[in-house]
């Protein structure tokens, strides 16, 4: 099946500094992908819709400044979460729609552990 | 707006025996998509099955199979002959058509496999 790829799989970081996340699909084209937040025994929360070329979607509550999309391409996205704070300690997925299948397929990226000391 | 809604936190079945999973969900949508993603302790999310709503026949996939009832808005999860890497969280989705569409998730349930 298809992959998606999301780099690093864990970081810790101090409070203060910024950290980005890159989803990538490796073997197919995804206009848009989605980043996620997972709380413990939890589901999955939408953060925000990433368009390639344009501005991302965020969801209700969300905040886009300390949340920083970016879809500069078909297969790339990112998450900066800038001035990180302990409370921003998660876990984070990214999702691509596969562009080839009509957009019906949505693969999942094996996510991000971040903690922030 | 849609919501989906899982009524079992947790389930548990025997190796090789059958167990289904709940799953019933909130539209006035008559055209969607409903899945299946499995979320194992790895938390890699892996799509399980997927059934298009204008389709009358449940989908399938090896062990797993769906009971899709439209009418009552309900798309339960069949395993059979559970094997222990069955064992994870699985997630009930329901998406709307379009490409913009976002994927409106369960809260869960946790599948226990045992000896």
């Known amino acids: 099946g298809a992959v998606v790829s999301q780099h690093p799989s864990w970081v810790i970081c101090k409070s203060g500094t910024s950290v980005k996340i890159e989803c990538r699909s490796l073997d197919f084209q995804a206009t848009t992908m989605f980043w996620y937040r997972q ?21 209700q509550g969300v905040e886009k400044d300390k949340f920083l999309i970016n879809h500069a391409s078909l297969t790339l996205s990112t998450l900066t979460v800038t001035s990180a704070h302990p409370e921003d ?29 | 707006a849609q919501t989906v809604t899982q009524s079992q936190p947790e389930m548990s079945v025997q190796e090789a025996e059958t167990v289904t999973l709940s799953c019933t969900y909130d539209t006035s949508e008559s055209d969607y ?32 199979s769906v009971n899709f009832q439209k009418a009552a808005k309900s798309f339960s999860l069949k395993i059979s002959d559970s094997q222990l890497g069955d064992a994870a969280m699985y997630f009930c989705a329901y998406r709307s058509p379009g490409t913009a569409s976002k994927l409106t998730f369960g809260t869960g349930t946790r599948l226990q496999v045992t000896l």
Do not use: D
């Open chain 1, 39 to 59: 709380f413990p025994k939890q589901s999955l929360m939408l953060m925000a819709t990433s368009n390639e070329g344009s501005k991302a979607t965020y969801e």
């Open chain 1, 89 to 117: 300690s998660s876990f984070y997925i990214c999702s691509a729609r596969h562009s080839g299948t009509g957009g019906r397929i949505q693969y999942f990226g094996a996510g991000t552990r971040l903690s922030v000391l």
């Open chain 2, 33 to 64: 998509y409903l899945f299946w993603y499995k979320q194992p302790p790895s938390r890699q999310m892996i799509l399980v099955i997927r059934q298009e709503a204008y389709k009358q026949q449940n989908a399938t996939e090896n062990r797993f």
